[in-house]
Nanobody, 122 residues
């Protein structure tokens, strides 16, 4: 059974940084693909970054140079490093995992965590 648990969300000021963690059980970063998504109130869920089974990380265009994705050596945790945060980054950030790497559509991911809230306030 796969469980994904996110942590690290917080309230920060603009320009601040956070590191989100996705702790995985029953799934490792080499089992398939993992990704971070976010959803702001009234907006659709969007992909932020993904990590393929071979360790290749990809950041969505809107977040390049500010966000980074990494994994720990045990391959059981996925991280999202967020820098230069803006109020528009306020959202619920969720970790997702897929046994088969297809695309960035949320429907392509098999497992989801509950999410962790990031709030960037002025």
């Amino acid at each position: 059974q796969v469980h994904l648990v996110e942590s690290g969300g917080d309230s920060v000021q603009p320009g601040g940084s956070l590191r989100l963690t996705c702790a995985a059980s029953g799934f490792t970063t080499t089992t398939g693909c993992m990704a971070w998504f976010r959803q702001a109130p009234g907006k659709e869920r969007e992909v932020v970054a993904s990590l393929d089974y071979d360790g290749t990380g990809t950041i969505a265009n809107d977040f390049k140079r500010r966000f980074f994705i990494s994994q720990d050596n045990s391959e059981k945790a996925l991280y999202l490093h967020m820098t230069h945060l803006k109020p528009d980054d306020t959202a619920m950030y969720s970790c997702a995992a897929a046994r088969f790497c297809r695309n960035w559509l949320p429907v392509s991911y098999d497992y989801w965590g509950q999410g962790t809230q990031v709030t960037v306030y002025s």
